[in-house]
């Protein structure tokens, strides 16, 4: 079955430390591939995304995610953790050139010490 | 501003009574989506549409309905069949082609 992977169900770091946030995805072939951000009461917002091409995508609020084919993962990560980062991240999949749902792991609850 | 609208942001009913869920898009998209989250389970999907008049069960339809009249509206129902209803509801939506969702900023609804 198709699945995503969220191994840390919570993770702590000082601020101005680096965050890396791992993701395992479990498809055929591989999906298209997303990050989202959700801080407490709110909706989901988009980070990155990967579809194709090169491996090291850059998104929004200084994060990056690395695909790596040979892992089946696709980690999120960032140099410098700010002490609004504290949220929760999901990582996310949709097969590719296909209409079908995302398919959601069960997230990463990040906070930040100060 | 475009963007998906969800209210109310929280909802309080009594255990039996059902409940409509208000989800609006003015992004022109085609496909909507509707979410339930629990705490430590992800995001899990309740129904979706692709198109006006017509919408799929998720893995989580039993006890929901939903209506898709209108491409800019797609309302939820959480019926006195849901055995236990209270969530956060999440509503989301795609262009035809695309492959991103984009979500609103939720409904808490509490069954008292």
């Known amino acids: 079955a198709q699945s995503v992977t969220q191994p840390d169900i919570h993770i702590t770091v000082s601020e101005g430390a680096s965050l890396e946030l791992r993701c395992n995805y479990s498809?055929?072939?591989?999906?298209?591939l997303f990050w989202y951000v959700q801080s407490p009461g709110q909706g989901l917002q988009l980070l990155l995304k990967?579809?194709?091409?090169?491996?090291l995508v850059q998104g929004i609020k200084g994060f990056e995610a690395e695909f790596k084919r040979s892992q089946s993962s696709f980690n999120l990560r960032k140099p410098s953790v700010h002490w609004s980062d504290a949220a929760e991240y999901f990582c996310?999949?949709?097969?590719?050139?296909?209409?079908?749902?995302?398919?959601f792991g069960t997230g990463t609850r990040l906070q930040v010490t100060l | 501003d475009g963007g998906i609208t969800q209210s109310p942001k929280y909802l309080f009913r009594k255990e039996g009574q059902n409940v409509t869920l208000s989800c609006e898009q003015n992004?022109?998209?085609?496909?909507m989506y509707w979410y339930r989250q629990d705490p430590g389970q992800g995001l899990r999907l309740i129904y979706y549409?692709?198109?006006?008049?017509?919408?799929q069960k998720g893995d989580i339809a039993e006890g929901y309905s939903v209506s898709r009249e209108k491409k800019e509206s797609f309302p939820l129902t959480v019926t006195s069949a849901q055995k236990n209803p209270t969530a956060f509801y999440l509503c989301?939506?795609?262009?035809?082609?695309?492959?991103?969702?984009?979500f609103g900023p939720g409904t808490r609804l509490t069954v008292l």
């Open positions: 549409s692709q198109i006006v008049n017509d919408f």
């Open positions: 990967y579809f194709s091409g090169d491996t």
């Open positions: 996310a999949a949709v097969p590719t050139g296909t209409a079908s749902k995302l398919t």
């Open positions: 989301a939506s795609k262009a035809g082609f695309g492959v991103e969702q984009f």
């Open positions: 992004l022109n998209h085609d496909a």
């Open positions: 498809y055929g072939a591989t999906p298209y």
